[in-house]
């Protein structure tokens, strides 16, 4: 999606703010539940739906048999294979591998696409067709004349951020079903590589197509389905279309797609009962590199077994540094670090103080991983406030990328012993005092004989972490310890960088998370999580990304508890 001095434009969707709330009171409780009930049925019927349809694209050249772009995303729209999407991602002709949620894969060719040469990004249309015969998934078209302000639409496509071979729900409503620029606006979030990706309605019919931003979170752009509608006959063709095609298909179809009431909206009021304000406490007074942080706690209530009743905090371990407080109603608390999880980022906590609410939790706690995709969740804050958000997907994996541990040095390629070839300005490798040329004897307290032992030593390792390293210079030996630093984490001007907060510094290295749109704080960090039912689903561990914050499973949480010998053990 490309960017507009006057729109602000991108070449990429981007986010929204979903304004979901809960329940008033504990009087309102039992209908607020049932409606977010409700809700959470539409739904899953609408995902049923749309779901095999949204497809993750990208450039492919079939004669090298190579990738040639970015991703992007679209939708089949009919079981012949013709795909929706935007215009800026294709070039009529050109090649483009799509995949789908169920793990096929074919090639397809681009069609026509329509971007106006006096309004380049409006309207943004493009159409694509799967190259051969054959039936294929495909969600219905709605009507997106028929949208109303404030009735909830889903999005179901694939942030290029997370990478992954799946795509991720989010929900949002429709903010401006037509705005002076002809886009539907929905608060769905959105970022790179969901430019193309569909909008559905909750009957599962896409009513438009993710086209571009402005830089507020809740100005996201959408092409609304009926140009497609309009043009049909036009994009069939491989054709760039700069002015408004002259073919215009007239749809005679009096038919418009059947819409909840907005008067409907789902939109859960504001909760700040008693019950559910008191689950994450403010965590201060952490000093990480002489640094001040602030991040969130959960309280859990451990089984008997244990001997004499036990209660815990937890919270992101990457965040709290050798020393730290608690603020509870106006004082200040010591906190006793008890044991951290570097895999999973997550430190346990103890205090004097007794908390009247906390999770209960035992050592069994979900073992059976839920089903989560498309469910509801609601996190409770340290400022008493419960906030909403979707489960965008089951549990994904991301791999080690911004955790990878810096030393600044790299190694000959292939060499025996390995020879450092590279030692970088101002890196822990620099400060160590290595040197280009010398050899590696041993690393952690283990001898290395190559230069590929050294790259999985290293691996082994998180930033902070502290190592011992001995290496030969002119047939001398050294020794020291070295302090693992994290990778440098540039932030652009771009609109993906710029929401309140930012990225967490530790994101990725997980084995084992879920996703959910919900628009997360640093300080935030650390609260828990639960499904409408009250069930403990996990803590929000970090903010991977404009459209995404990551939660650590409950059952990841019981493991880690259990795991330790607590001094009250029978």
Same mark, same amino acid.
């Given at each position: 999606?490309?960017?507009?001095?006057?729109?602000?434009?991108?070449?990429?969707?981007?986010?929204?703010?979903?304004?979901?709330?809960?329940?008033?009171?504990?009087?309102?409780?039992?209908?607020?539940?049932?409606?977010?009930?409700?809700?959470?049925?539409?739904?899953?019927?609408?995902?049923?739906?749309?779901?095999?349809? +949204?497809?993750?694209?990208?450039?492919?050249?079939?004669?090298?048999?190579?990738?040639?772009?970015?991703?992007?995303?679209?939708?089949?729209?009919? +079981?012949?294979?013709?795909?929706?999407?935007?215009?800026?991602?294709?070039?009529?002709?050109?090649?483009?591998?799509?995949?789908?949620?169920?793990?096929?894969?074919?090639?397809?060719?681009?069609?026509?696409?329509?971007?106006?040469?006096?309004?380049?990004?409006?309207?943004?249309?493009?159409?694509?067709?799967?190259?051969?015969?054959? %039936?294929?998934?495909?969600?219905?078209?709605?009507?997106?004349?028929?949208?109303?302000?404030?009735?909830?639409?889903?999005?179901?496509?694939?942030?290029?951020?997370?990478?992954?071979?799946?795509?991720?729900?989010?929900?949002?409503?429709?903010?401006?079903?037509?705005?002076?620029?002809?886009?539907?606006?929905?608060?769905?979030?959105?970022?790179?590589?969901?430019?193309?990706?569909?909008?559905?309605?909750?009957?599962?019919?896409?009513? #438009?197509?993710?086209?571009?931003?402005?830089?507020?979170?809740?100005?996201?752009?959408?092409?609304?389905?009926?140009?497609?509608?309009?043009?049909?006959?036009?994009?069939?063709?491989?054709?760039?279309?700069?002015?408004?095609?002259?073919?215009?298909?007239?749809?005679?179809?009096?038919?418009?797609?059947?819409?909840?009431?907005?008067?409907?909206?789902?939109?859960?009021?504001?909760? +700040?009962?008693?019950?559910? =304000?008191?689950?994450?406490?403010?965590?201060?007074?952490?000093?990480?590199?002489?640094?001040?942080?602030?991040?969130?706690?959960?309280?859990?209530?451990?089984?008997?077994?244990?001997?004499?009743?036990?209660?815990?905090?937890?919270?992101?371990?990457?965040?709290?540094?050798?020393?730290?407080?608690?603020?509870?109603?106006?004082?200040?608390?010591?906190?006793?670090?008890?044991?951290?999880?570097?895999?999973?980022?997550?430190?346990?906590?103890?205090?004097?103080?007794?908390?009247?609410?906390?999770?209960?939790?035992?050592?069994?706690?979900?073992?059976?991983?839920?089903?989560? %995709?498309?469910?509801?969740?609601?996190?409770?804050?340290?400022?008493?406030?419960?906030?909403?958000?979707?489960?965008?997907?089951?549990?994904?994996?991301?791999?080690?990328?911004?955790?990878?541990?810096?030393?600044?040095?790299?190694?000959?390629?292939?060499?025996?012993? #390995?020879?450092?070839?590279?030692?970088?300005?101002?890196?822990?490798?620099?400060?160590?005092?290595?040197?280009?040329?010398?050899?590696?004897?041993?690393?952690?307290?283990?001898?290395?004989?190559?230069?590929?032992?050294?790259?999985?030593?290293?691996?082994?390792?998180?930033?902070?972490?502290?190592?011992?390293?001995?290496?030969?210079?002119?047939?001398?030996?050294?020794?020291?310890?070295?302090?693992?630093?994290?990778? =440098?984490?540039?932030?652009?001007?771009?609109?993906?960088?710029?929401?309140?907060?930012?990225?967490?510094?530790?994101?990725?290295?997980?084995?084992?998370?879920?996703?959910?749109?919900?628009?997360?704080?640093?300080?935030?960090?650390?609260?828990?999580?639960?499904?409408?039912?009250?069930?403990?689903?996990?803590?929000?561990?970090?903010?991977?990304?404009?459209?995404?914050?990551?939660?650590?499973?409950?059952?990841?949480?019981?493991?880690?508890?259990?795991?330790?010998?607590?001094?009250?053990?029978?």
């Amino acid at each position: 999606m490309r960017f507009k001095s006057v729109m602000l434009l991108h070449w990429f969707s981007i986010f929204g703010r979903v304004a979901l709330c809960c329940i008033l009171s504990t009087l309102t409780s039992y209908a607020q539940k049932n409606g977010a009930k409700v809700l959470e049925q539409h739904v899953a019927s609408a995902v049923d739906k749309a779901y095999q349809a +949204s497809v993750r694209i990208w450039g492919f050249d079939t004669v090298r048999n190579e990738r040639t772009s970015a991703q992007f995303s679209g939708v089949v729209v009919t +079981s012949e294979g013709y795909i929706l999407t935007a215009a800026h991602v294709i070039q009529p002709g050109k090649s483009y591998k799509v995949f789908f949620p169920d793990g096929k894969n074919v090639i397809a060719v681009a069609l026509g696409r329509i971007d106006v040469k006096e309004t380049p990004g409006i309207p943004d249309v493009g159409m694509m067709k799967i190259k051969g015969n054959g %039936k294929w998934p495909y969600a219905a078209m709605g009507f997106s004349s028929s949208l109303k302000n404030g009735e909830a639409c889903l999005s179901i496509s694939y942030p290029e951020s997370l990478n992954q071979e799946l795509p991720t729900i989010r929900f949002g409503k429709i903010l401006d079903v037509k705005n002076q620029y002809g886009f539907v606006q929905s608060s769905c979030k959105m970022e790179p590589g969901d430019s193309g990706g569909p909008l559905f309605d909750l009957d599962g019919k896409v009513v #438009a197509i993710h086209s571009a931003i402005d830089v507020s979170e809740d100005m996201n752009f959408e092409i609304p389905v009926d140009i497609y509608r309009k043009y049909w006959s036009a994009l069939q063709l491989e054709k760039n279309y700069t002015a408004l095609p002259a073919i215009v298909d007239i749809d005679s179809s009096t038919e418009k797609s059947p819409h909840l009431s907005p008067n409907e909206k789902y939109a859960f009021n504001e909760l +700040s009962t008693e019950q559910n =304000a008191k689950r994450a406490f403010l965590v201060v007074n952490s000093f990480i590199d002489g640094e001040k942080v602030e991040v969130s706690a959960s309280v859990f209530n451990l089984r008997k077994n244990l001997g004499k009743p036990v209660q815990v905090l937890v919270s992101k371990s990457s965040m709290i540094g050798d020393s730290a407080h608690l603020v509870y109603e106006g004082k200040l608390y010591n906190l006793n670090i008890l044991a951290r999880d570097q895999t999973n980022d997550l430190v346990m906590l103890a205090t004097t103080k007794h908390f009247k609410h906390g999770v209960k939790l035992d050592s069994n706690y979900h073992v059976d991983t839920p089903k989560l %995709k498309g469910k509801f969740v609601f996190t409770k804050q340290a400022d008493g406030k419960v906030v909403a958000s979707i489960i965008g997907s089951e549990e994904i994996t991301l791999p080690k990328i911004m955790s990878q541990p810096l030393l600044g040095a790299m190694v000959v390629y292939e060499s025996s012993p #390995a020879v450092f070839s590279l030692i970088k300005q101002k890196s822990p490798a620099e400060a160590l005092g290595l040197e280009v040329g010398d050899e590696l004897v041993s690393f952690g307290g283990h001898e290395l004989k190559s230069s590929k032992e050294f790259v999985a030593a290293v691996s082994q390792y998180w930033p902070a972490d502290e190592v011992l390293i001995s290496w030969k210079r002119k047939e001398k030996l050294y020794k020291g310890a070295v302090t693992f630093a994290w990778q =440098a984490q540039s932030v652009s001007k771009h609109p993906v960088d710029r929401f309140a907060g930012g990225k967490s510094k530790r994101r990725d290295g997980f084995d084992a998370v879920y996703t959910h749109d919900l628009a997360l704080l640093p300080q935030q960090i650390g609260t828990s999580v639960y499904d409408l039912e009250g069930n403990f689903v996990g803590i929000n561990i970090a903010r991977f990304s404009r459209t995404s914050t990551l939660i650590m499973p409950s059952y990841k949480i019981a493991a880690f508890i259990y795991q330790y010998k607590f001094k009250t053990h029978s």
